[in-house]
């Protein structure tokens, strides 16, 4: 797998289409919330395999040297492979090298056992995105 990092909304239709295909069409979410003004912001990561892309994650800066991981997708048919762990540690690894001490994400509820797996904790009350229920966790990188 070979991973490229993007800063901001240029270059990143690899990222724009694995989620588009995860999120919109696979689950249900809306395209304008999927596309928001953080994208902007955004440091964006497209996991490739061959030149096609298969997997995406964004993260972005908050307070205190912590980092915001989201939007962090595998296509349904590279599911299984260990990929989403991948993506997930490539994602911590460019935040301690932003200079973070923390990441913190919005784990859908169905997803929480994998992020717990990965090292993170829930650090906040359960709350709806759209229609799903979302768990706030983090994990500490010192």
Not at 4 to 24: A, E, S
Request: hydrophobic letters at 35%.
């Amino acid at each position: 797998m070979e991973f490229t990092w993007t800063k901001g909304k240029t270059g990143i239709d690899g990222c724009r289409l694995v989620r588009k295909k995860v999120f919109v069409e696979e689950q249900g979410f809306s395209e304008e919330n999927e596309f928001d003004e953080t994208d902007s912001l955004a440091l964006h990561l497209l996991m490739s395999d061959g030149g096609k892309p298969v997997g995406a994650a964004r993260i972005f800066p908050g307070a205190d040297r912590c980092w915001h991981i989201g939007r962090l997708c595998v296509l349904a048919e590279y599911r299984g492979r260990r990929l989403g762990k991948l993506l997930l540690e490539e994602a911590e690894a460019e935040a301690r090298r932003q200079g973070a001490l923390r990441v913190e994400l919005g784990a859908q509820k169905r997803a929480s056992g994998f992020y717990q797996g990965c090292g993170y904790t829930p650090c906040g009350a359960e709350y709806m995105d759209e229609f799903c229920p979302h768990l706030p966790m983090g994990k500490d990188l010192s």
